[in-house]
Nanobody
Framework: QVQLVESGGGSVQAGGSLRLSCAAS????????MGWFRQAPGAEREGVAA????????YYADSVKGRFTISQDNTKTTSHLQLNSLKPEDTAMYYC????????????????????????WGQGTQVTVSS
């Protein structure tokens, strides 16, 4: 079983920044894929960013490229999502997820295809951006 715990959400004004973290524990592989998703009220869940833990590959949705940065720490069990230049439309519950393989994310839509690649999910952390 894999446990994922997110932290770092909060409320900021437009243009501000937040840093989200996701710590994985339990039965995890040396290399695995960790992703971030978000879901706004009344909207579908969508992929935001992903990283190959233990590797170097990163993946981003077009809507956040240049503003969000995903990284991993030296423990290889935690990912961070730096959210810069936040916009009100970034307001959502942000979820961390873990899966076996990131390699197909480039060919999948973050809105419709990414989620099926992840089998473990955290409880989420709220990000609210005011105008």
């Amino acid at each position: 079983q894999v446990q994922l715990v997110e932290s770092g959400g909060g409320s900021v004004q437009a243009g501000g920044s937040l840093r989200l973290s996701c710590a994985a524990s339990g039965y995890i592989y040396t290399r695995f894929c960790m992703g971030w998703f978000r879901q706004a009220p009344g909207a579908e869940r969508e992929g935001v960013a992903a990283i190959y833990i233990g590797g170097e590959s990163t993946y981003y949705a077009d809507s956040v490229k240049g503003r969000f940065t995903i990284s991993q720490d030296n423990t290889k069990t935690t990912s961070h999502l730096q959210l810069n230049s936040l916009k009100p439309e970034d307001t959502a519950m942000y979820y961390c997820a873990a899966g076996i393989d990131c390699s197909t994310l480039d060919s999948e839509s973050p809105r419709t295809g990414w989620a099926m690649m992840f089998g473990h999910w955290g409880q989420g952390t709220q990000v609210t951006v005011s105008s």
